[in-house]
């Protein structure tokens, strides 16, 4: 495999073994639990000056930090992504300042790309032919992509309820689309049977791959050297499976550890009211999330009633200082629609959880007033545009 230097293999999160990445390729096989990407942090050799020499214009800029090396990535540029700033969300929430990390700016539309192009480079350094998953829509979209362009089959399965934009696009980058009645779980189930049928694919599944959080906390690296190296103070982040949040507080923690940073950001998940399994665990002080028996949510990028890792997300909440929420789905899409008509900018309707979710926890008192909050938006608006619309149109506007 044509790993970087520092890259040493893979560690279970469950029982703590550690593999070497040509062998291990998924879950652990003495125990099945996570496996997480590791590295001799005394071999990186990356400090500031060094990353301001280099063009902020894609994530593989912190290849020493990532598993593969730039040049055998499976990548389209993705992520630089934009911090914007929002003034009038910033006086909203009475906070200092308010950030917008558009990932909707991302090749196929959202933060799954950073996912996929490691994931999908881990598929090919196997010598895949096939790669498999089951995804509540834009994940699947940006798996075909990523599976085009390393000359890959991909097999998506997408329950009924995924936006047309990903289901057209799967089978415009050529994937072998399932959809299935239902929601996200039956999906996972025919992707399970699939699986069972076709022991050759190779899956790019949640924290079935342990690429997938790996590449996704080059947003905190992004975020913290686009404000010149200053930790934010809260990081709202719309969760489902959360695989962002925990790739991002991973990131926080190797800027510390490497000296780059002092100190890591207050770490919040924001949930909608519908299906906010990790906002109850966390409230309770639960270890472990207890699912969703009938999630009701129009936010299907976030309707995860049984996210796998919540451990993983649970610690790193609680070890950044940070917490929770749920908002109702009113609420969510009437952010999304207040920061199009105040700041211009296009959330995505699960994505605007972020942003509904920081205005309760404003009212909370979470927040002191010269705080800086960055809110995920983890895809672009016009991936959910007849949603929101169609929350217009019923309001009589």
Not at 91 to 105: A, F, H, I, P, Q
Not at 292 to 301: A, K, R
Not at 365 to 374: A, I, P, S
Request: aromatic share 6%; with cysteine; charged share 25%.
């Amino acid at each position: 495999m044509d790993t970087t230097e520092a890259f040493v293999g893979l560690e279970c999160l469950d029982c703590g073994e550690t593999f070497d990445a040509e062998t291990a390729t998924h879950r652990c096989p003495d125990c099945g639990g996570i496996l997480d990407p590791t590295y001799d942090y005394d071999a990186v050799e990356l400090d500031r000056d060094t990353l301001a020499e280099r063009p902020f214009e894609t994530m593989w800029r912190y290849e020493e930090l990532l598993p593969f090396t730039r040049d055998a990535a499976v990548t389209m540029d993705e992520g630089a992504t934009q911090l914007v700033e929002c003034p009038d969300l910033a006086d909203e929430l009475g906070v200092g300042r308010v950030l917008l990390k558009d990932e909707g700016r991302n090749p196929t539309g959202t933060f799954k790309d950073r996912g996929q192009t490691v994931a999908v480079t881990a598929a090919a350094q196997h010598e895949a032919e096939d790669v498999a998953l089951a995804s509540a829509g834009n994940a699947g979209q940006a798996a075909s992509a990523y599976a085009a362009r390393a000359g890959l089959d991909s097999h998506v399965f997408l329950p009924s309820r995924a936006g047309f934009t990903n289901k057209a696009m799967v089978n415009v980058h050529g994937g072998d689309m399932t959809v299935v009645g239902g929601r996200i779980g039956d999906a996972g189930a025919a992707y399970d049977d699939a699986m069972a049928d076709n022991d050759d694919w190779y899956s790019l599944q949640t924290f079935q791959t342990p690429y997938r959080h790996e590449g996704k906390k080059t947003m905190l690296y992004e975020i913290v050297e686009q404000e010149d190296w200053t930790v934010p103070d809260a990081v709202v982040y719309p969760t489902g499976g959360g695989v962002g949040l925990v790739g991002m507080h991973k990131g926080a923690k190797e800027l510390r550890d490497l000296g780059l940073t002092d100190e890591l950001p207050a770490m919040y998940a924001a949930q909608s009211a519908g299906c906010a399994p990790i906002v109850d665990a966390f409230e309770r002080g639960l270890d472990r999330h207890e699912p969703t028996e009938t999630p009701d949510t129009i936010c299907g990028g976030i309707e995860i009633p049984d996210p796998g890792a919540s451990p993983l997300i649970l610690d790193a909440l609680r070890e950044s200082g940070g917490g929770a929420v749920a908002t109702d789905d009113s609420e969510i899409l009437e952010s999304a629609i207040a920061v199009a008509q105040n700041e211009g900018l296009e959330m995505g309707a699960t994505c605007a959880a972020a942003a509904s979710g920081a205005w309760e926890l404003s009212e909370r008192g979470e927040f002191d007033e010269d705080d800086t909050v960055v809110l995920l938006n983890t895809g672009a608006g016009n991936k959910d545009d007849d949603i929101l619309r169609s929350h217009l149109m019923g309001q009589g506007v």
